[in-house]
């Protein structure tokens, strides 16, 4: 089974409104990552929170990590229409080795104008 | 232009054919990766490599053989494709041990008939 899942699986906003997906896994992590895929394109690599961190941001990307609920939170301000992709969370397992990355399935996000 | 290319883009074969997926990166990262994407399941590492020469199993590896011969070079065989071997196959490089950050090619998208 997947170790990340994220949630919602489908999001629609309008231009200019914020957008907030979430991942929970199932085992401790050194970190979680957060990729952007656009439609026929490989995966882009967004932002990294290590397991000691709480809340990082990037632009007008913001991730909060809580380890004690095993959960993560990707907020995008001011969505563009640029934006519409599907959103991956990726972790890397305490004892995994750290080289290697499981994904979870996946947020479509679809900003309109 | 420098990166990580994947070759072909698209391919069609038929059950019982052996097909190779090329994957060659420009940047000397000693880890490269094998995914699959499959829509429910996301992402699903297939196999990884540490270094020329070093492979190892991921989560889904039956039913493939890779190679590294050299750094660049990571390619995935399909020794005698089946249906459920229909999927788009990303190949992903890294840096360093501690996967911080991994860089994807634009995907092979494979059907089996």
């Known amino acids: 089974s997947q170790q990340g899942e994220e949630d919602p699986q489908a999001l629609s906003i309008q231009e200019g409104e914020n957008a907030t997906m979430n991942c929970s896994y199932k085992?401790?992590?050194?970190?979680l990552q957060w990729y952007r895929q656009n439609s026929g394109r490989g995966l882009v690599h967004l932002i990294l929170?290590?397991?000691?961190?709480r809340e990082k941001h990037s632009g007008r990307l913001r991730v909060t990590l809580d380890t004690s609920k095993k959960s993560s939170s990707l907020l995008i301000t001011a969505s563009r229409a640029a934006d519409t992709a599907s959103y991956f969370c990726?972790?890397?397992?305490?004892?995994?080795?750290?080289?290697?990355?499981?994904f979870g399935t996946g947020t479509q996000l679809k900003v309109e104008l | 232009d420098a990166g990580i290319t994947q070759s072909p883009r698209y391919k069609i074969t038929e059950t019982g054919r052996q097909v190779t997926l090329m994957c060659h990166q420009t940047?000397?990262?000693?880890?490269m990766f094998w995914y699959r994407q499959d829509l429910g399941h996301g992402l699903r590492l297939i196999y990884y490599?540490?270094?020329?020469?070093?492979?190892d199993k991921g989560e889904v590896p039956d039913g493939y053989v890779v190679s590294r011969s050299k750094t660049e070079n990571f390619p995935l065989t399909l020794e005698s494709a089946t249906r459920s071997q229909t999927s788009v196959y990303f190949c992903?490089?890294?840096?360093?041990?501690?996967?911080?950050?991994?860089?994807f090619g634009s995907g092979t998208q494979l059907s089996v008939l």
């Open positions: 990726a972790t890397s397992l305490t004892g995994g080795g750290g080289n290697k990355l499981t």
């Open positions: 085992t401790s992590i050194n970190n």
């Open positions: 929170i290590r397991s000691n961190e």
């Open positions: 940047w000397s990262h000693s880890y």
């Open positions: 490599s540490a270094a020329a020469d070093i492979t």
């Open positions: 992903a490089s890294s840096e360093g041990h501690w996967v911080e950050k991994l860089f």
